[in-house]
């Protein structure tokens, strides 16, 4: 009975160990990342480029001056994640914080799939 259990370990081995995925989340705090401002997006790239995630988490999405936080969303997104990432990474739905800075999910399709976004609402900002 050893022999067995342990010849149907070895043979089910190779399938249990291809069942797994590493996945590799970043939370980054921009400080108030705004759209047409891009000094910082050189840096952002090289971070993006040797962290490699799978899921990023950014918070501090600024208004500029004659835009609003959704336009800093697309640029960050088109000026950063697309440019290290072109076409894989998909952004989730963007809820715009009218009293501070926004938050942002951004995922790799091929790995997640985005079911919703919902704030939490607090005192100082949303969550």
């Known amino acids: 009975m050893k022999k067995i259990s342990t010849l149907l370990s070895l043979l089910l081995a190779p399938f249990i160990a291809n069942s797994q995925d590493t996945l590799t989340t970043v ?3 921009l400080l108030n990342y705004q759209s047409g401002v891009g000094s910082r997006d050189q840096y952002y790239r090289t971070i993006l480029r ?3 995630p799978d899921l990023l988490v950014v918070q501090e999405i600024s208004n500029s001056s004659g835009s609003t936080q ?4 697309d640029s960050f997104y088109s000026r950063v994640v697309n440019v290290v990432f072109p ?3 998909l952004k989730g739905t963007f809820i715009p914080d009218p009293n501070d ?3 942002e999910i951004y995922y790799k399709p091929s790995k997640f799939t985005f079911v919703s976004n919902t704030p939490i609402h607090t005192a100082l900002r949303d969550i």
Do not use: C, M
């Open 70 to 73: 959704q336009a800093s969303v």
């Open 50 to 52: 040797h962290v490699r």
């Open 27 to 29: 939370t980054y705090n």
């Open 87 to 89: 076409g894989q990474f």
């Open 101 to 103: 800075t926004g938050n």
